[in-house]
């Protein structure tokens, strides 16, 4: 039989069956086959292009396979009778139009025609007049989902331009197909236009938003001082390894960019200060003014800002992925309070590693400080001397414990976005950035309120 010819020929030519899916319904093109396999004979593929109603010749019984010759004759290719169109689009009058379709109608039929129907339509809507178009499908074999499509889409544009649109012969049996799709306004709705907000409007769901934050913030704090005392009592059930894991990425690994802007800090502070005291003779006091500085403000504040665009944002990203992911929801529904199980690990590693890298930069801006008064000929040892009658413990202790402050609110305000996180694919990214931005504005406000608590008790 022909069929199994053409499917041993296929498996020769290395044109297997390709699954399942729109790509296995397309029809294997032997001859292009066979033209790719001769190698250096490629131009003679734009030749031989088999459109898919030839494919229909080759399902006909034949005696042998050699009877394959014919589908390549020009005079098959110039014949009117190939390739002939399934739709006719019939002027009755200038007002009355009708669409007649014909044999088998699906998405390779639909190639050409579809288009074509399309814009005579188009073309006869714009002029004026009352328009009736007719549907005739009596003499249709078969239809698929794609002349159901065909068919509606017409009928959409009729509607469209005020017209009338009738369907006439359709099979009972494509009836039920066509009537899942029953009213046709409902698939192509129309844009809703959002309402303007006026000034007051917007103020007031600025309000509202900026109260449902504080309130959030205020619970969220809540929680998180319960569950930190309770980790104090229960250090056992504390997951220590997140701690770990935590404390890692938030300190060791910040230690380099640390390092760098603290560095960078000293000798920038430690420039501009002697700018003003070198016209006052006071250039000695650079040192000393510069470590004070350092000790008390710049060290745990630009340590701040950094591990809220470093470590805050982790933490939202991590938190906010599980979030998304559900993950968050699955630890409730096991009965695990996501506050102790993922928030309080990371404020902990918050705690620890803030003080840590406040001293590291402390110590790296301090030094830098000391290289930059070279030029100014400030030997190490002047301004070692001006820095221990200048600096004491409690401006060391009160930079410490404005950085454990800030530790605590970096953290903290990168878990709450994360468990906050929406749904989306921008969501996580989104929560990253309310992170950061909210550990900044945090930083600065403890640090104003650490600023009024240490001029009114001086530490």
Same mark, same amino acid.
Request: with cysteine; glycine share 10%; proline share 5%.
């Given at each position: 039989?022909?069929?199994?010819a ?12 390709r ?32 459109p ?8 006909t019984p ?6 394959l010759?014919?589908?390549?004759m020009?005079?098959?290719i110039?014949s009117?009778?190939?390739?002939a ?22 998405v390779y ?5 579809w ?33 159901i ?15 009338q ?11 039920p ?26 103020t ?21 001082a ?19 894991n ?14 760098l ?13 002697? +700018? *003003?005291?070198?016209?006052?003779? !006071?250039?000695? $006091?650079?040192?000393?003014?510069? =470590?004070? #500085?350092?000790? @008390?403000? %710049? ?12 470590s ?9 992925t ?13 009965g695990?309070?996501p506050?102790?199980?993922?928030v ?10 803030m ?7 402390d ?32 401006d +060391? *202790?009160?930079?410490?414990?404005? !950085?454990?402050? $800030?530790?605590?609110?970096?953290? =903290?305000? #990168?878990?709450? @976005?994360? %468990?906050q996180?929406?749904t ?9 950035t ?10 600065v ?5 650490f600023a ?8």
């Amino acid at each position: 039989m022909a069929v199994a010819a053409v499917a041993q020929l296929d498996r020769v030519l290395g044109y297997e069956p390709r699954g399942r899916g729109f790509n296995s319904c397309q029809p294997h093109h032997l001859i292009e086959g066979l033209v790719e396999k001769l190698g250096p004979f490629h131009f003679l593929q734009p030749f031989i292009k088999i459109p898919y109603s030839w494919d229909k010749i080759i399902q006909t019984p034949t005696d042998s396979l050699l009877d394959l010759h014919f589908l390549i004759m020009p005079s098959q290719i110039n014949s009117p009778s190939i390739g002939a169109s399934i739709a006719k689009w019939i002027l009755v009058d200038p007002q009355t139009a009708k669409v007649v379709i014909t044999g088998k109608v699906d998405v390779y039929s639909l190639e050409n025609v579809w288009t074509q129907i399309r814009a005579q339509q188009n073309s006869w809507l714009q002029s004026s007049g009352n328009h009736s178009l007719t549907f005739d499908a009596t003499n249709i074999s078969s239809l698929d989902g794609s002349g159901i499509a065909f068919l509606i889409d017409i009928e959409e544009a009729q509607q469209k331009a005020g017209g009338q649109f009738s369907l006439v012969g359709l099979n009972p049996r494509y009836e039920p197909l066509l009537k899942e799709f029953d009213p046709i306004s409902n698939l192509f709705p129309v844009p809703a236009v959002k309402a303007k907000r006026g000034f007051i409007v917007s103020t007031g769901m600025a309000t509202q938003n900026l109260l449902d934050d504080a309130k959030g913030l205020i619970t969220f704090t809540g929680h998180l001082a319960a569950d930190l005392f309770w980790s104090l009592c229960h250090p056992n059930q504390v997951r220590w390894g997140d701690f770990v894991n935590a404390a890692v990425q938030a300190g060791i690994a910040a230690l380099p960019i640390v390092g760098l802007v603290s560095f960078l800090i000293g000798v920038i502070l430690s420039f501009q200060a002697a +700018i *003003g005291m070198k016209q006052f003779g !006071a250039v000695s $006091f650079v040192g000393p003014l510069a =470590a004070l #500085g350092v000790v @008390r403000e %710049m060290g745990p504040l630009i340590t701040a800002i950094l591990l809220a665009g470093r470590s805050s944002a982790a933490f939202a990203a991590e938190i906010g992925t599980m979030t998304v992911n559900n993950e968050v929801d699955a630890l409730v529904t096991g009965g695990l309070s996501p506050i102790r199980f993922l928030v309080v690990p990371r404020v902990l590693a918050g705690i620890l590693v803030m003080p840590i890298l406040t001293l590291y930069a402390d110590i790296v801006s301090i030094f830098a400080s000391m290289v930059t008064m070279l030029a100014y000929d400030i030997p190490f040892i002047n301004f070692w001397n001006g820095m221990l009658q200048t600096v004491t413990i409690e401006d +060391i *202790g009160s930079g410490l414990i404005k !950085a454990t402050l $800030f530790g605590v609110v970096v953290s =903290a305000v #990168g878990c709450l @976005r994360g %468990m906050q996180t929406g749904t989306g694919a921008a969501a996580v990214g989104i929560s990253a950035t309310r992170a950061v931005v909210s550990s900044i504005v945090m930083i600065v406000l403890v640090d104003g309120i650490f600023a009024y608590i240490s001029y009114k008790t001086g530490f």
